[in-house]
């Protein structure tokens, strides 16, 4: 796991598990130089490069992150949408790998009437996923809908349909299908 921290010598990166006495990266920015910041900037691209996470390279545990995701969800719930997509934001920055952080911002957007920025980030979570997740494909198509780009969503939800693993999301998918079909006359993309 890659670790992020100063020394007398500048910034490192390396794949040490402690980060013991080690001065906070961000504490530290403001005291660097131009060629420290370029150092730094170097070895954390390298690092995500390699496929190290934020979270990976500044040593945040497994458990702090879910912390903040009960907290966003927590915001999400009770309809502070600003301070979920806050935190969701953080996450999705700090674990690009997490496919529930990004479904999290993606239903922040989704209840802010931001679809288009919604279905970015369900596009995101279902690649995240490696598009076996299901959950990502049916909001996008409920934003679809939502933006009357019926052929779009009819997609969406024929491909739940397919590939769902979870029974919940395949009835309300066939429940949107049919209430498509329903009405036939509608104009689609």
Not at 114 to 141: H, N, P, Q, W
């Amino acid at each position: 796991m890659y670790r992020a921290h100063l020394s007398k010598d500048g910034f490192s990166m390396n794949h040490s598990e402690s980060m013991d006495n080690q001065p906070s990266v961000a504490n530290a920015l403001p005291s660097m130089d131009e060629e420290q910041l370029e150092k730094l900037f170097d070895r954390v691209l390298e690092g995500v490069q390699e496929g190290a996470t934020f979270k990976d390279m500044y040593g945040i545990s497994s458990d702090t992150m879910e912390e903040i995701y009960a907290h966003a969800y927590g915001f999400y719930q009770q309809g502070r949408l600003d301070e979920a997509e806050s935190l969701f934001r953080l996450l999705c920055i700090y674990d690009f790998h997490n496919a529930d952080y990004a479904l999290g911002l993606g239903a922040v957007f989704q209840l802010k009437k931001r679809y288009e920025k919604a279905l970015d980030v369900y596009a995101m979570a279902y690649t995240i996923g490696g598009g076996s997740d299901e959950r990502a494909m049916f909001y996008a198509g409920e934003c679809n809908l939502l933006l009357r780009r019926l052929g779009k969503a009819r997609l969406c939800f024929e491909t739940v349909l397919e590939d769902a693993r979870d029974s919940r999301f395949a009835a309300k998918a066939q429940a949107y299908l049919d209430a498509m079909a329903g009405g036939a006359g509608s104009k689609c993309d």
